[in-house]
C-alpha cells in the first residue's frame, strides 16, 4: 500500500498488543465481522462442536470463556448462552419439541414458561400437562408415548415448594424422557444437576440444566442472561443448532459483567442464603404470618426433598402467606411500608425485594394452604444490605396490616 489516508491509516493500523500479555480479568472481544487469515481458511469447514469463531453472532471468545465457566459452575461438559434466562427456556422448549409432542409442566413452573408453553407452543401443535412435583405416583402417570420433554423447577416458581426431584428424575429415566430443570435457584451451588444425590443414586440427574444468569451469576441486578448445560455431545448439538436458527446474540459487555460477578457467586450465595434463613425464620413466628415458604425451614413444602438432594445451600428467596384477615389492600399497604425493600422483579442482586402475588390464575393444582388458612402472599428476594436494618424495616412495616 503505498501511504495510506489518514481514516485507512487508522482502520488498518498494524500495532497489534504482544502475544501473551495476561491479566485477571478475560478480555472483552467484540465482533460482528470476525476476520479470516486469507480465502483458504475462509473456505475452511466449520466445527461441528458448537464453538465457532467465523461471524460474531455465536460468540466470541469471551462468550465461549463465560459458557465454558458456567459449565464447570452446572459441573457440566457443554453449555449455550442466551440473550435472557427466558431465551434458554424457548431455546430447549424448541430443541427438543416438535408438533404431536406433549410437554409436562411442574404447576409451580416460573409464569414465562407457562406463558410461552400455553401459547406460543400450543399454537405450535405441541401439547403440555400440568403436574405435581411433590407428587411422583401421579407424575409417572401422565408420562406417555407422547411425552419428550419434562421440565423441573427446584424450587419451585413464589410458593418454593421444593420437588421430589430423586423421584422425578427416575421416573423420566425409566420412560426414557428427556428433562430439563430450571436451576436458576440452585444456580449450580445448592445442588448438582447431574447428580443429584451422588450418596444413594449415583449418577442420577437431569439431562439439561437451564439457568437465568440474570441472577445469581449476574448478581448486580444489571444485566439480563441465561444458559443451558448438559453433559450429553448429541443434546448440545441440538441446542447449538436451534440457537444458530433463533439468532440468538450476546452483548459483550453484558457478558463482561457476568465474567465480573461470577467469582463472588458462591460467597454472595453463602450470604443471601443465610440472611434469608434468618429473616424468614422471624417472619415465621410473626403473628400476622400464617405461613411461611423456605425448602430449609421444617415443615415447607418439599423441605425433605431439599435435604436429601441439598449441599446446604438454599438461596435468597422466601415467600411468607398472611394471615386470611389480612386482605390483598393491607398486604400491599405493608409492602408500600418497606423501606429497605425494592417492588420489583427478579433476584439475587445486592437490594432486597419484595413483591406481592395473586396467585389464583398462575396454578392449575391449588395451592400449599386453604383460604381458611392464609391469604395473600409476598415474595421477598434477599440482597447484601445488613439483615438487622431488613429485619428492623420489616417489623415497622408489619404495623401498615393493621393500621388504617
Ligand atoms: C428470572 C427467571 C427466569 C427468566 O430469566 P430472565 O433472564 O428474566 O428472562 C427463568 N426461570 C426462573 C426460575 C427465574 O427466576
Request: include cysteine; hydrophobic fraction near 45%; proline fraction near 7%.
Amino acid at each position: 500500500m503505498s501511504k495510506p489516508g489518514p481514516s485507512t491509516a487508522l482502520i488498518h493500523h498494524p500495532f497489534r498488543a504482544p502475544d501473551g500479555w495476561d491479566a485477571v480479568p478475560v478480555p472483552v472481544h467484540k465482533a460482528s465481522t470476525v476476520l479470516f487469515k486469507n480465502t483458504a481458511e475462509l473456505h475452511q469447514p466449520r466445527l461441528g462442536d458448537g464453538i465457532s469463531y467465523r461471524y460474531g453472532l455465536p460468540g466470541t471468545p469471551t462468550t465461549y470463556t463465560l459458557a465454558a465457566r458456567i459449565a464447570t459452575l452446572e459441573h457440566a461438559e457443554h453449555c449455550v448462552l442466551t440473550p435472557s434466562g427466558l431465551s434458554a427456556i424457548t431455546l430447549t422448549s424448541l430443541a427438543f419439541l416438535v408438533p404431536g409432542d406433549e410437554v409436562l409442566l411442574p404447576d409451580n413452573v416460573y409464569g414465562q414458561n407457562r406463558h410461552l408453553t400455553t401459547g406460543l407452543l400450543s399454537r405450535l401443535g405441541i401439547t403440555h400437562r400440568f403436574y405435581d412435583p411433590l407428587d411422583v405416583p401421579a407424575f409417572e402417570a401422565m408420562l406417555s408415548e407422547r411425552t419428550k420433554l419434562v421440565w423441573l423447577e427446584a424450587a419451585g416458581s413464589i410458593t418454593l415448594e421444593f420437588p421430589d426431584l430423586i423421584g422425578l428424575l427416575k421416573a423420566c429415566r425409566a420412560r426414557g424422557v428427556l428433562s430439563a430443570l430450571d436451576n436458576t435457584w440452585g444456580a449450580g451451588l445448592a445442588f448438582n444437576a447431574f447428580d443429584i444425590a451422588p450418596g444413594h443414586e449415583p449418577g442420577l440427574g437431569a439431562d439439561l440444566s437451564m439457568q437465568a444468569l440474570t441472577k445469581y451469576a449476574s448478581g448486580g441486578a444489571d444485566v439480563l442472561m441465561g444458559a443451558v448445560c448438559t453433559r450429553d455431545a448429541a443434546l448440545n448439538r441440538q441446542l447449538v443448532a436451534m440457537h444458530e436458527y433463533l439468532g440468538y446474540g450476546l452483548g459483550q459487555n453484558d457478558v463482561e459483567l457476568v465474567l465480573r460477578g461470577l467469582p463472588s457467586i458462591a460467597l454472595r450465595y453463602r450470604a443471601q442464603d443465610a440472611a434469608a434463613r434468618d429473616l424468614a425464620a422471624w417472619m415465621a413466628g410473626r403473628p400476622e404470618v400464617a405461613r411461611v415458604l423456605h425448602p430449609a425451614l421444617p415443615g415447607a413444602p418439599g423441605h425433605a426433598h431439599w435435604a436429601r438432594v441439598s449441599r446446604g445451600g438454599a438461596g435468597a428467596l422466601f415467600s411468607a402467606v398472611f394471615k386470611p384477615e389480612f386482605g390483598a389492600r393491607r398486604v400491599d399497604a405493608f409492602v408500600d411500608a418497606l423501606a429497605c425493600f425494592g417492588i420489583g422483579y427478579s433476584w439475587a442482586g445486592p437490594m432486597s425485594l419484595a413483591v406481592p402475588y395473586d396467585l389464583s390464575r398462575s396454578r392449575s393444582l391449588g395451592l400449599p394452604w386453604t383460604p381458611q388458612e392464609g391469604g395473600t402472599l409476598v415474595r421477598f428476594a434477599i440482597g447484601l444490605e445488613d439483615v438487622e436494618d431488613l429485619r428492623a424495616d420489616l417489623a415497622q412495616a408489619l404495623q401498615a396490616l393493621t393500621g388504617d
